[in-house]
């Protein structure tokens, strides 16, 4: 429409007045008036009553099984050493701590050598100390003996710590280092332990190879399979009606006619540029085993939001210089024109965010009142 539609020719005044005197069919979000019959040849107008829906429609994605986030680990060796012992084996159940191979790691022997070294240097320097201190305060050693002493001390102190923190971070346990010297049982075994409960997906690993943490490929895959993750891509324009916490159904291609219910965990928070997508996730129960990480699925979505949408045909929008217009029959018959701005927009039904409110009524084809409106107008210039 070129000009506003505030101000129409009277015959089209009275063809709206006319469809205001129909009765309104029920339906969920709209009611349609029956379009009154036009003189001469002209096209019908049809209004609907403008409601609040609560719902969008069904909204179906292609998906990929995957592992939880948290409940998945890929593990290595964390030291260089040949493999004596590989105790899990694929498809073993694990729980947490329990052992999954034994390495002869030589980074332990010669670090816990040094830290003997740094225990025996360490209680040298405190007996060395004590003695200067005790003469000193018989006036039998000098201030800078004292300050000496002190010094050696401070650095025994020092590198014990050190040598003992690179025991830790060679997995040591610390309740070993607490015993007394005699009594500590450090050996340059190591084993390495499940850092979750599942079950053994991966093993990459055999007695006698060479391991290290230089190692790209993980020597195993644990993860719990009692409950996996479904990742789907959703466009911009669908994002609306997805929020965090609403359930969903998911499809896969193995169990035709089965659904298996997923919850939206994750809503990304960043568009891929490449394709205008953002990923979700959901997880899903699987305490049957029955999906398997990696197959492919499809992700339903019911429609809803948290709050009341405005939801119209999309025949009853018109673009106009870049933006979008819907054409409002106001309660004394007169039609204006109206800028709206609109959420989503999914088949053949528009969500609007702004520009209209409920219980006004709006032309199904504005389009169709435009072209009445320039017959109108080329009538009276004639």
């Not at 099984?65 to 030291?79: A, F, H, N, R």
């Not at 014990?160 to 009594?183: D, H, T």
């Not at 409960?197 to 895959?221: K, M, N, S, Y």
Request: hydrophobic share 40%.
């Amino acid at each position: 429409m070129q000009q506003s539609l505030r101000y129409v020719p009277f015959f089209l005044v009275g063809l709206v007045l006319a469809s205001c005197t129909q009765p309104d069919a029920p339906a969920p979000s709209v009611k349609p008036v029956a379009p009154p019959q036009a003189t001469g040849g002209r096209l019908d107008l049809q209004t609907m009553l403008v409601d609040a829906s609560s719902s969008l429609p069904a909204l179906t994605l292609s998906a990929r099984v995957t592992y939880s986030e948290d409940g998945y680990s890929k593990i290595s060796s964390p030291l260089q050493g040949p493999v004596l012992e590989v105790r899990a084996k694929l498809g073993q159940a694990v729980t947490f701590g329990d052992v999954l191979m034994v390495i002869d790691a030589a980074d332990i022997a010669r670090a816990y050598a040094a830290y003997v070294e740094k225990t025996s240097e360490l209680g040298l320097a405190e007996r060395n100390y004590e003695l200067t201190k005790d003469l000193y305060d018989a006036q039998a050693m000098s201030r800078k003996d004292l300050e000496h002493a002190e010094h050696d001390l401070n650095r025994e102190r020092a590198e014990f710590k050190q040598a003992k923190e690179r025991l830790l971070s060679l997995r040591v346990p610390a309740a070993e280092l607490s015993k007394p010297l005699a009594q500590q049982q450090i050996t340059s075994r190591f084993e390495l332990r499940s850092p979750l409960t599942g079950t053994v997906v991966e093993r990459a690993v055999t007695p006698g190879q060479i391991v290290g943490a230089g190692t790209d490929t993980p020597l195993f895959t644990v993860a719990n399979l009692d409950r996996l993750q479904v990742v789907a891509d959703v466009y911009e324009h669908d994002l609306s009606g997805i929020r965090v916490g609403a359930m969903a159904m998911m499809t896969v291609e193995a169990y035709p006619g089965i659904e298996f219910p997923a919850k939206i965990a994750v809503i990304g928070d960043v568009v891929d540029p490449a394709t205008r997508t953002i990923k979700i996730r959901a997880t899903v129960p699987n305490k049957d085993r029955r999906l398997k990480p990696e197959m492919f699925a499809r992700l339903t979505i019911a429609g809803h939001t948290m709050r009341p949408r405005i939801v119209i045909p999309k025949r009853a929008v018109l673009e106009r210089s870049g933006k979008q217009w819907i054409v409002v029959q106001k309660e004394n018959g007169l039609l204006e024109d109206r800028a709206i701005t609109i959420d989503s927009i999914a088949d053949s039904q528009v969500t609007i965010r702004e520009g209209v409110t409920t219980g006004e009524r709006i032309l199904l084809s504005p389009s169709s009142l435009s072209r009445l409106a320039e017959d109108a107008t080329a009538t009276e210039g004639a």
